[in-house]
């Protein structure tokens, strides 16, 4: 089975560009998160959804962050306008549904330079 | 603020010793922690987890402890491989499906 697939892998742009970075969950999977690793914060949550619906997005830095999940195969995070200090590692990650914990699978990741 | 922390940015440690990886929480509502272990370039995978009913939990190499009362949990990995040389992040959660995760500790095992 393909694991969480995110694309681009890598994106480099310039400041005040609009960004899009997109993410596709497993397979079944219910539940999808947007994260940002950095070196001073790790891995910071920034939205979730469940069932295609946004549950938490109290970590999205600034209104120039929206994300959404049009379906339970398809979600995008867009940056608008983009800034040099959003340079990070973008990982999107999903679990399958369930009524406990459940460990989340992580896509590769995209790394995004703003210039 | 931080409400997941490793304080330790890197470890090294030789190869067939033990190696002991540090976190600290500062929510007591978590009840259910992990360790996701990532590569470079790659996203991080989940490596082990244990409850707050528990304060030991081993998977081959990989134990980890909690103690809830100072509310700090360790990963042991014995004895240690280069393969394992990886940034090992711990998560902790209180709802099952948000979890909080620290900075990450980079270990590096040496042949």
């Known amino acids: 089975d393909a694991g969480v697939i995110q694309s681009p892998r890598h994106e480099v742009t310039e400041m005040g560009q609009e960004v899009t970075l997109r993410c596709k969950p497993i397979?079944?999977?219910?539940?999808l998160f947007w994260y940002r690793q950095t070196m001073m914060r790790g891995l910071e949550l920034l939205i979730y959804?469940?069932?295609?619906?946004?549950?938490?997005d109290s970590g999205m830095p600034e209104d120039r962050f929206s994300a959404k999940m049009p379906n339970a195969s398809f979600s995008t995070l867009k940056i608008q306008p983009s800034e040099p200090r959003d340079s990070a590692v973008y990982f999107c990650?999903?679990?399958?549904?369930?009524?406990?914990?459940?460990?989340?699978?992580f896509g590769p990741g995209t790394r995004l330079t703003v210039l | 603020d931080q409400q997941v922390k490793q304080n330790s940015p890197s470890l090294s440690v030789q190869e067939g010793r033990i190696s002991i990886l540090n976190c600290d929480y500062t929510n007591s509502m978590f009840d259910y922690f992990l360790w996701y272990k990532k590569y470079p370039a790659e996203g991080p995978t989940f490596l082990i987890s244990i409850s707050s009913i528990k304060d030991k939990n081993e998977d081959g190499r990989f134990t980890v402890f909690l103690n809830k009362s100072a509310k700090h949990l360790s990963l042991h990995i014995v004895p240690s491989q280069p393969g394992d040389s990886a940034v090992y992040f711990c998560a902790a959660s209180a709802t099952g499906n948000q979890f909080y995760f620290g900075t990450g500790t980079s270990l590096t095992v040496i042949p």
């Open positions: 397979s079944g999977h219910n539940s």
């Open positions: 959804f469940n069932n295609n619906v946004p549950i938490d």
């Open positions: 990650a999903s679990s399958p549904p369930s009524g406990s914990y459940n460990e989340q699978f």
